[in-house]
Each structure stands twice: as C-alpha cells, then as structure tokens.
C-alpha cells in the first residue's frame, strides 16, 4: 500500500469515526517542476527549507508566524535529480517531505524559524513524524549558506542541553539540495479541506506529542 493511500484511508476512517460520513478525496495533478522563488527581487525577504513529517501541517505551522509570507509544500534531499509525490511514494528515493517557508527577515529572524520549528516536531524519532512513518517523513533542517549552518548548530547545541525531555535528537542539520514543489492539490491543504485536514491531524497525534515533549 502506498503513502499516499495510507494517509487517506487514515483520513477516511477518522473521519467516519470524528464525523460519521465518509468521504473520498480525489487529488489532482499539478506542475512538477521545480518552483522558483517569486519574492526574490525584494532583499529582505529570504527562504528557509524544514522538514518536519507532514509538510500539509507543517505548512500550517509556518503560515501562522508573523513576518512568513508563504510556505510551500515539496520534497527535497534526495538522490534523483526531481521529484514528484508517486516517485516518492513509491520508491526510496531519500526525499524528504519539506516546506520552503518564504520570510521577511525584517519581521523574523532565521534564528526564530529554527526555534519555531523544533517546538512543532519530534526531533527524537528517526523513524518519521506522528503517525506518518517512512524516509520521506523523516525531519530535518536544510541550512542554505555558512551563516544558516552556524546558527542551527549553535540552536541544536543548547537544545542538547536544554530540552525539557530525555530522549536523543535526531533531526539532522543537512546541507540545501534542491527543491521540488509538491502537486497543487497539496499546496495549502488545510486550507482547501479544512475539516480533512483536521480529522487527519488530530487523529496522528501531532499535536498531542509535542505537547507532551515541549509542553503547551
């Protein structure tokens, strides 16, 4: 069975277990090719790339910080030269599920996405996220240049020494690779099904485990 039809007959049958109907999501192909950053021209907006299981909810994390303008779903640290959700699906290709979160650098720093982004994941399961399991759920942090790289090893340093659990970090501090945007139907989906999305997300635990690791 694949990914994708794992997760949706999760969804399914939450929903029939939340709601007592049960609906059928029909997902649409989009564009495949790599996106490019469309605020580029403006200085101080910049872009940071996390991975952090599901990118539908870690793309509604990121949407919800002030100074992020955009955060976009795909797939990222792999060994082919693209990607798309069947060839990840389906085969190991070591993607990894990814959001490029666009910023202004004015209004956030990169050193607060860091901090926002281990507080909205497990950083102690190399297995995947949640309830979602497998190599392209697994979190990870891209850093783009020397400056990123510094400042998320100094952030994982005093989160070793300072974090509210036991267990190890795992997350690894990974250099960029290049980035593939994830099909439209992907794009903003806790928007567009708002109620799938929730039934999905709360039915994989995310946010009960982060609680129960950072607290509320």
């Known amino acids: ?8 007959v999760t969804i399914g049958l939450l929903s029939l277990v939340y709601l007592g109907v049960n609906q059928v999501l029909v997902a649409q192909e989009g564009d495949q090719s790599p996106s490019k950053d469309s605020l580029a021209t403006q200085p101080n907006m ?3 790339v996390f991975a952090g299981g599901c990118f539908w ?12 303008s955009e955060a976009e779903s795909g797939y990222t640290g792999g060994s082919k030269e ?6 990840v699906s389906y085969t190991e290709t070591g993607h990894y599920e ?23 994941i ?18 990870a942090i891209f850093y ?5 790289r510094e400042t998320v090893e100094k952030s994982l340093a005093e989160l070793q020494k300072n974090k509210p659990f036991d267990a190890e970090i795992v997350t690894p501090l990974l250099a960029a690779a290049p980035f593939y945007l994830a099909e439209e139907y992907h794009q ?7 109620i799938r999305y929730r039934v999905y997300r709360t039915g994989c635990g995310r946010d009960r485990r982060v609680e129960q690791l950072w607290g509320s």
């Open 82 to 87: 693209t990607a798309d959700y069947k060839t």
């Open 188 to 194: 903003d989906y806790y928007k567009k099904n708002p």
């Open 57 to 68: 909810c870690i793309e509604s994390d990121f949407e919800k910080v002030d100074g992020v």
């Open 122 to 139: 497990d950083p102690t399961d190399d297995k995947g996220q949640f309830c979602d399991k497998g190599s392209s759920y697994r979190s």
């Open 46 to 48: 910049k872009t940071a």
């Open 144 to 148: 783009g240049d020397a400056d990123e």
């Open 1 to 8: 069975m694949s990914k994708l039809t794992k997760r949706l």
């Open 98 to 120: 990814a959001v490029r979160v666009h910023y202004d650098s004015n209004k956030v720093s990169y050193s607060e996405l860091v901090e926002f982004f281990w507080r909205h």
